[in-house]
Nanobody, 122 residues
């Protein structure tokens, strides 16, 4: 069992930055691939990016490419999402997830955090 807790969300103006953190407990963090997803009001959950267990594979969606970066610190059991040049359309609840597959499909992730709200004002 893995427990994931996101933090770092908040209200920011367009063009600003935030760094989200996702801290894991309950299992060996380095054993899992990790992903970030987001869900805006009235929309389906959307894939943002993923990182492999060994950190050698990282992918972010086209919507955030060049603005968002994913990293993880196995020593701290923490996954990060650095978000720069934020836009109002980035407003959503952001979720981290862990699983055994390096995947962009939410169905491949077994454990999920509770989400953290990011609001970008224009």
């Amino acid at each position: 069992q893995v427990r994931l807790v996101e933090s770092g969300g908040g209200l920011v103006q367009a063009g600003g930055s935030l760094r989200l953190s996702c801290t894991a407990s309950g299992s060996t963090f380095s054993s899992y691939a990790m992903g970030w997803f987001r869900q805006a009001p009235g929309k389906e959950r959307e894939f943002v990016g993923r990182i492999s267990r060994s950190h050698d594979l990282i992918y972010v969606s086209d919507d955030v490419k060049g603005r968002f970066a994913i990293s993880k610190d196995d020593a701290r059991n923490t996954l990060y999402l650095q978000m720069n040049s934020l836009k109002p359309e980035d407003t959503a609840v952001y979720y981290c997830a862990s699983g055994f597959r390096y995947s962009g499909d939410a169905r491949d992730y077994m454990y999920w955090g509770q989400g953290t709200q990011v609001t970008v004002s224009s």
